[in-house]
């Protein structure tokens, strides 16, 4: 059984996100994904540490 890429959640949030920003899209982005690992990485951090 197939499932088409046109369909599903993942299709609808693609659409949702993919928004025309650009050079600022990308200037954006790169502070956006250092605060992400940040808190993921102090999340693992503080739920590890003993």
């Known amino acids: 059984m197939q499932h ?3 369909q599903g959640p993942i299709t609808k949030n ?3 996100f993919a928004l025309p920003l650009g ?3 990308i200037w954006l982005s790169v502070p956006i994904g250092w605060a992400l690992a ?3 990485g102090i999340g ?3 739920k590890k540490r003993t």
Request: hydrophobic fraction near 55%; charged fraction near 5%; avoid cysteine.
């Open 4 to 6: 088409s890429l046109t």
């Open 14 to 16: 693609i659409l949702l």
């Open 23 to 25: 050079v600022t899209g």
């Open 38 to 40: 940040d808190a993921i």
């Open 44 to 46: 693992y951090y503080l």
